[in-house]
């Protein structure tokens, strides 16, 4: 009995002292100028996404117009329309902070449920071993030989597109990385003692995955997890550009697509430049914390820097 308690207390303090971790190298990762740029961004886009249609000075799908009630139709920017107005009349600024809640919804939940999943997959992978690993990573092998694009305009073409739908469609398909990566690891820090001693001491398996196992990779998941929130904000809109976005919200990707198929892309440069704009710097802003965050979870990349 009192090795069993011995064994909860050596796992709380593993748990916490792996939580402390993540907390420091978040502190670490936030002296990187590239990543405070980055993680300024995200704040910003999250800040955008929470409250932008409330900011929005008009009604993203209402026409806007003039003083004499005419329609403002290709307008630039003006003090009416900051960012001008479409060809069909709407305010594209009103559009652009509108379509950062739909774009922050599959970016954040598209990139945690894959790292999730695909974190969940490799620790089960990994730990076990044998046919459970046999198993997955034959599925593993069968989501990377399907092409994402095809089967997820496949998938939407024969169900109504929405944004949890498109959501679920990314963690489906995007998974596959993360899990491989967290099986390598997990392959290598179950061999460790502290994991056999566990085990000799009566811990279950999942007591053993969770408490042990799992701290000790969560740097790699928490890696993939953001660059999964990349991933899946470009896979969200590219799904939008191409007419397979949820047509009932207003997106970044679905602004693209209206402004390509309106035949303004040449000319409308106020149209096309907030969402790109948009797009580009989140996903990149994803990049520059997620390549500050590699650099502490592979000190060999800093190293070769170096």
């Not at 802003?285 to 170096?306: S, Y």
């Amino acid at each position: 009995m009192s090795g069993y308690n011995f064994d909860i207390e050596t796992s709380k303090d593993r748990f916490l002292a792996a939580l402390s971790r993540a907390r420091h190298m978040l502190g670490v990762v936030l002296k990187d100028d590239a990543a405070k740029v980055g993680f300024t961004v995200l704040v910003a886009f999250v800040f955008l996404g929470v409250f932008g249609p409330y900011l929005a000075p008009h009604d993203p799908i209402e026409y806007t117009v003039r003083v004499d009630y005419s329609i403002m139709r290709l307008e630039s920017p003006s003090s009416t329309a900051p960012l001008g107005t479409t060809s069909f009349g709407k305010d594209v600024l009103s559009q652009f902070l509108a379509g950062a809640r739909p774009t922050l919804i599959i970016g954040l939940f598209g990139g945690v449920g894959t790292g999730v999943l695909g974190f969940l997959v490799g620790l089960t992978s990994g730990y076990f071993g044998g046919r459970i690993d046999e198993a997955l990573m034959r599925l593993t092998d069968l989501t990377f030989a399907l092409p994402f694009l095809p089967m997820a305009l496949l998938i939407l073409s024969f169900m109504t597109p929405s944004i949890w739908l498109i959501t679920a469609v990314l963690v489906v398909f995007l998974w596959k990385m993360p899990a491989r990566v967290i099986r390598s690891e997990v392959m290598t820090v179950k061999e460790r003692t502290f994991v056999k001693s566990a085990r000799a001491r009566g811990a279950g398996h999942l007591r053993t995955m969770f408490l042990h196992v799992a701290p000790n990779v969560l740097g790699i998941g928490f890696l993939y997890t953001a660059y999964a929130v990349g991933w899946s904000i470009v896979a969200g809109a590219s799904l939008a550009f191409l007419g397979f976005g949820d047509p009932t919200t207003t997106s970044w990707g679905r602004m693209l697509q209206q402004v390509f198929r309106s035949g303004a892309i040449r000319v409308a440069w106020w149209w096309v430049l907030p969402p790109a704009i948009g797009i580009a710097a989140v996903t990149t802003a994803v990049f520059l914390v997620g390549r500050a965050f590699e650099e502490i979870v592979n000190p060999d990349l800093q190293t070769e820097q170096e």
